[in-house]
């Protein structure tokens, strides 16, 4: 599932178009981290292939221990079974980080689709990740900004047509969502849910078809985290 998760997060018109975002929304994509803002802990469930696993994230921990296995469809891991999970995060480090929203959006691409009192919608192209990328040309991004807290609601990463990402492999729908929180007091604006739907072939006859949900909850700093032990 977690490769799954980072396979799509990788990826992973109703008005005319005529507006150029507004400067402080640029200034918000340099700084925006899909994942959310760091030194928070948090509850994951992932619900894909007809199955829910929950994790538990701690970011009070070293880096290797911070996931731990809650449940794996509804059944409560033995030791064995959290070793294995364990084991899993020692055999690659975590220390690279995540491209920039804002170096993945072609910037001179992005227009105002909608606008209500509290919020603007933009759309915009994504950037070829390298030279022989054969789908960024296919993708884009839809970006929900709030105006009063200067924070993304949503961000939709969308195909706008059908496309052969690799010899064989058709993929006629692709969309990802991800939704925050708007802040609130002393929190910032959180990661909330990513949902993912795939629609395709493999060489011709294979269904690829694939939904995932993957939600957030339970939110702690990480001075909570250390005071409950």
Same mark, same amino acid.
């Given at each position: 599932?977690?490769?799954?998760?980072?396979?799509?997060?990788?990826?992973?018109?109703?008005?005319?178009?005529?507006?150029?975002?507004?400067?402080?929304?640029?200034?918000?994509?340099?700084?925006?981290?899909?994942?959310?803002?760091?030194?928070?802990?948090?509850?994951?469930?992932?619900?894909?292939?007809?199955?829910?696993?929950?994790?538990?994230?701690?970011?009070?921990?070293?880096?290797?221990?911070?996931?731990?296995?809650?449940?794996?469809?509804?059944?409560?891991?033995?030791?064995?079974?959290?070793?294995?999970?364990?084991?899993?995060?020692?055999?690659?480090?975590?220390?690279?980080?995540?491209?920039?929203?804002?170096?993945?959006?072609?910037?001179?691409?992005?227009?105002?689709?909608?606008?209500?009192?509290?919020?603007?919608?933009?759309?915009?192209?994504?950037?070829?990740?390298?030279?022989?990328?054969?789908?960024?040309?296919? /993708? %884009?991004?839809?970006?929900? #900004?709030? $105006?009063?807290?200067?924070?993304?609601?949503?961000? *939709?990463?969308?195909?706008? =047509? +059908?496309?052969?990402?690799?010899?064989?492999?058709?993929?006629?729908?692709?969309?990802?969502?991800?939704?925050?929180?708007?802040?609130?007091?002393?929190?910032?604006?959180?990661?909330?849910?990513?949902?993912?739907? /795939? %629609?395709?072939?493999?060489? #011709?006859? $294979?269904?690829?078809?694939?939904?995932?949900?993957? *939600?957030?909850?339970?939110? =702690? +700093?990480?001075?909570?985290?250390?005071?409950?032990?």
């Amino acid at each position: 599932m977690r490769m799954m998760i980072f396979l799509f997060l990788t990826l992973t018109s109703v008005a005319a178009p005529s507006q150029s975002p507004k400067p402080e929304f640029a200034e918000v994509l340099k700084r925006f981290r899909t994942e959310g803002p760091k030194g928070w802990s948090f509850t994951q469930s992932t619900t894909a292939e007809g199955r829910t696993m929950i994790e538990r994230y701690d970011s009070a921990q070293p880096e290797f221990n911070r996931w731990t296995l809650v449940s794996d469809d509804g059944r409560k891991p033995n030791d064995e079974a959290q070793r294995r999970y364990r084991d899993k995060f020692s055999r690659y480090s975590s220390s690279g980080t995540a491209p920039q929203l804002s170096d993945q959006i072609d910037q001179t691409s992005l227009v105002v689709e909608a606008e209500t009192a509290e919020n603007i919608t933009y759309r915009g192209r994504l950037k070829p990740s390298e030279k022989e990328d054969r789908t960024a040309a296919f /993708l %884009r991004a839809v970006i929900v #900004w709030h $105006k009063a807290t200067g924070t993304i609601e949503s961000l *939709a990463i969308e195909n706008t =047509a +059908p496309f052969a990402p690799s010899f064989g492999v058709k993929i006629e729908q692709m969309k990802t969502t991800m939704t925050y929180s708007l802040p609130a007091q002393e929190r910032p604006s959180l990661l909330l849910s990513v949902v993912t739907r /795939l %629609r395709g072939t493999a060489f #011709w006859l $294979k269904s690829i078809d694939a939904d995932m949900t993957v *939600a957030y909850s339970a939110y =702690a +700093p990480a001075e909570a985290s250390r005071a409950t032990r």
